[in-house]
């Protein structure tokens, strides 16, 4: 917990630590096919860096910091259930949905060139 940064990636922001994983809804940058196993990615919209006690933010985001990481593999979210009920018309419609999303472990963080 001493070394963090907040990413803003898929339309949501993360707080990432090097060696966890983390799923993520969408990458902008990558399209579908090259969401293999084990792609490099590497994720520029850093907006905060947190290392032991100093604290350094963006505006909006911080030049030179980087956070490197990989693909590990694509899978679907829990299933939501729609249901639609218009009442005195006897209309009744019940659809699921199961969004896309990734998981990726973040290797290390960069700041100007050097792993904190």
Known sequence: MSKYAIIETGGQQLRVEPGRFYNIRHFVS??????EQNTKILIYRVLMIRQESTIKMGHPWLKGAIVKGRILHSCLEKKITIYKMISKKKTRRKLGHRQK???FIVDSIFLNGKEI
């Open 101 to 103: 999303s990734t998981r």
């Open 30 to 35: 990558l399209t579908p096919n090259e969401l």
